[in-house]
């Protein structure tokens, strides 16, 4: 709570890359290494308990599992609990068809090799995804940096279109040339580390413009360096913390969104939760404030909360009218259609500058 981890002067010498304030930290490695044994020697009892000796052989176990009989329940747990496959056995891994002008042949997306991208070949992927799929797209961004490095390809080299749940992590640290559309929703982690391309997610057409429809898990954009994220839903805690460079919309977040965040451009067509924008020392962010709460979920002492002018105007309207675009969002149709639908945006940014390594305070306690 000290709130100056974005100015590297934690005073527990925690969150710091400076020597004077890292020797205030009264931990030592090998408490850390003595905790993760303790830790270790505990799951092997419990595994030893249950007859495996690995977590591997635990996985999809659901043999294993039963409802706890001394909390009442209503739920009937059965088909969560029944065997999907047979015991020590897998489910298999989802399928992706590759289509591209490079070759005939058909890949796992995941498989795409260095040698497989070149500049003006665009590669075209569409399939099925699952929750158990995780860092999706980052194989892929690995290959374009192995090649071609941080400037990655042209826009639209790899396209990317995925249908279901996607797991953790999708679409991080996407490059360049990268869209990655997915019709669903994504769990923790999406676009962590970015630094180009596009993720847009989307519910299916049936299921699109429903209130307060959740369509990615916490801490999105974590991290972010570049590149542009659309989602036509709400998100969950921390989004866009630490986002240096990427321009996002998303209709609505939880708490602590944008924490220190120091670049790019973040749209919130819904509601924000508490602590919005803590530490925050660069960047923008429009949020629309019809309820007129944002004034009591942000810190007056570090941010300034203002009303758009002519130019955040232009900003806003030609990042809504790709949002719909790309998304089918009917909110930003409607924000786009109504006469004083930007009226009721405010440009959320720093009202102080970062401070610098000398002229940090040096506090003592947290």
């Not at 826009?155 to 797991?167: E, H, I, P, R």
């Not at 429809?213 to 921390?238: D, K």
């Not at 007056?300 to 002519?310: E, I």
């Amino acid at each position: 709570m000290a709130r100056q981890c974005h100015a590297n002067t934690c005073p527990v010498g925690i969150a710091t890359q400076r020597e004077d304030l890292r020797n205030a930290f009264s931990g030592t490695p090998e408490m850390l290494v003595g905790y993760l044994r303790l830790v270790a020697g505990e799951v092997r009892e419990i595994l030893a308990s249950l007859g495996l000796r690995a977590i591997e052989e635990l996985v999809g176990r659901t043999d294993l599992l039963r409802p706890r009989a001394d909390v009442p329940s209503p739920l009937v747990l059965d088909r969560l609990l029944r065997q999907p496959a047979a015991a020590g056995q897998r489910p298999a891994p989802a399928s992706f068809r590759l289509h591209t002008t490079v070759t005939d042949r058909r890949k796992p997306a995941e498989s795409i090799r260095a040698r497989d991208l070149r500049a003006g070949q665009p590669m075209i992927v569409s399939g099925a995804i699952a929750n158990t799929d995780r860092a999706f797209g980052a194989n892929v961004a690995g290959a374009i940096a192995e090649r071609y490095g941080d400037a990655g390809l042209p826009d639209g080299s790899v396209s990317m279109t995925l249908a279901g749940s996607a797991g953790q992590s999708f679409g991080a640290f996407s490059l360049p040339g990268m869209r990655l559309t997915l019709v669903g929703d994504a769990n923790d982690g999406l676009g962590k580390g970015m630094h180009g391309g596009d993720i847009i997610v989307t519910a299916p057409a049936r299921e699109r413009g429903r209130p307060e429809q959740v369509l990615a898990g916490n801490a999105a954009l974590y991290g972010a360096t570049g590149g542009r994220v659309f989602i036509a839903g709400r998100v969950g805690e921390r989004f866009g913390v630490r986002n240096s460079g990427a321009t996002a919309v998303v209709e609505g977040v939880g708490d602590h969104a944008c924490e220190y965040m120091t670049g790019g451009v973040v749209v919130v067509l819904g509601s924000i939760g508490r602590n919005f924008g803590s530490g925050m020392t660069g960047g923008v962010a429009y949020v629309c404030d019809r309820k007129r709460t944002l004034v009591t979920r942000t810190n007056p002492q570090y941010l300034d909360v203002v009303p758009l002018t002519a130019a955040d105007q232009t900003i806003v309207r030609q990042l809504l009218e790709t949002h719909e675009h790309l998304t089918g969002s009917r909110l930003a149709r409607a924000i786009l259609r109504h006469d004083r639908g930007l009226t009721t945006f405010r440009r959320v940014a720093s009202a102080v500058a970062p401070a610098t390594a000398e002229e940090a305070p040096k506090a003592e306690t947290a």
